[in-house]
């Protein structure tokens, strides 16, 4: 079957890393047989008029059998659906995944352990901050404590607060915008583990670290060291990734006061480059087989 494939990222972010990500997951196609082209998002312009919805493009561009996101253009993606295209990541589960408490929801859902999180109330910018919400927030998870803003990557939007003083100032500054307070898990400090997910398995992870930060993110410093994942690890990855309805994805577990992991965070467009820098595993391949396998089985 010779399939061809469309392959999506932001060409609106500064820096190659997106490209650079799209241009690995171009080579594992090409290797099994499957011709891609690589567009941005804003090459391919949604259009809806009544009974019919399309893309603006190139009259003599092939229509794609497959999509491989790698962006958060959820629009475009659903666009995508819509037309009938067999979109991976879903656009539902790329939703998902950049939001932060969207996926704690689901997260808790399905009985899956995270730290302890309270969700801001969605106010207005011009509101006043909510003291009694910020009073139980302190009672239940006490200080220091996480505040996160439900969308941001590689580390940021992420603050550790420890003054009532610093948390008062932080909710006032995050105003209008969906964030959380958690738990902080002082035995994860600076340093996490990333498991990479695809289909059923963990096919790489590495632990990351940092010396200066509590956050262990290699973009922001941090070291990463290649690692064998325990049984347990790799079913919550797997079940993490099954529970916002993700083919695959990188899972960051935190390293837990008595030894068991927490679910951190779930990015279901992980860039692949530090993985393989890492541990010499090139996650695109298993990717690429993931979606080749699964269109010939329908």
Known sequence: MNLHGWIIYNGTLSGNKFLDYAEWIQQAAYARGSETTIYKNNE????????ESGLIKKKDEKIADYVVFADKDIYLAKQLELMGLHVFNSSQAIEISDDKIATYQHLAK?????????VYPKVFITAQPDEDVINNAIKSLGFPMVVKESFGSFGEQVYLIHTREELWNKVNELLGKA?????????????????QVVGNEVVAAMKRASKNDFRANVSAGGTMEAYTPTKI???MAVQATKS???????VDLLYGADGSPLICEINSNAHIRNMYDCTNINVADFIMGYIINTLTQE
């Open 44 to 51: 391919l312009n949604p259009y809806l008029v009544s009974g």
């Open 110 to 118: 399905a009985g899956l352990p995270i730290p302890r999180t309270i």
């Open 179 to 195: 964030f959380v307070f958690q738990e902080f898990i002082s035995s994860s400090y600076g340093k996490d583990m990333r498991l």
């Open 233 to 235: 690890e790799r079913e």
């Open 244 to 250: 916002i309805g993700a083919d695959f994805a990188g």
